[in-house]
């Protein structure tokens, strides 16, 4: 009786925990709701997702260019610093974000081998929503905002909300693949 009564406990407290997150999933910023994720492809997102899964089961490290390639259907190989130059006569490229394009950080000191992130959102002319995975050490992040922060408007300098309500450092960006076109 008094185990039967704990875990009947224990789910109310549960429940009531988890209400606040439901309701927080639930609930839509008005500027957002006019963001189509239409590009992204479902089945595309729900294989990536598979993946990380699979590959965290098995201890694995989740990285951001199986993520971005699966997410996409941009089929580059190696590391993301060399996306750009390898997307040239292949894919299309440009400096205009559009969603499930893949958007390509260059290579520096603080992240040599480069990174990608997969375009979700457009809120903006210069903020858009980034899906990807390893900014955050073995992790994906969804809805990741991103500013662009260059002089001349043309998305090759960036700040990327790395926590909540928080734009990190400034990070250089060769720019955007775009899958389904000619390069």
């Known amino acids: 009786m008094k185990i039967a009564g704990t875990m009947a406990a224990l789910r109310r407290l549960t429940v009531v925990c988890l209400l606040p997150f439901v309701a927080a999933c639930a609930a839509t910023k008005p500027e957002l709701m006019s963001i189509s994720s239409s590009g992204l ?10 993946e990380v899964q699979q590959k965290k089961a098995k201890g694995q490290r989740v990285w951001c260019v199986p993520f971005a390639r699966t997410m996409s259907g941009v089929n580059i190989r190696g590391n993301a610093g060399t996306w750009w130059g390898q997307a040239a006569g292949s894919y299309g490229r440009g400096q205009e974000p559009e969603v499930g394009s893949v958007m390509a950080f260059a290579s520096t000191r603080k992240m040599p081998m480069g990174h990608v992130a997969v375009v979700s959102g457009v809120v903006s002319p210069r903020e858009i ?18 500013v662009d922060v260059s002089d001349k408007n043309d998305w090759s ?25 000619a390069g």
């Open 41 to 50: 492809d479902p089945a595309r997102a729900k294989m990536a997702f598979v």
């Open 129 to 146: 929503l980034i899906d990807h995975a390893n900014w955050h050490r073995n992790q994906v992040s969804l809805k990741m905002k991103v």
């Open 157 to 181: 300098r960036v700040r990327v909300e790395s926590n909540p309500g928080t734009l990190g450092g400034v990070y250089p960006i060769n720019g955007f693949i775009y899958p389904g076109r």
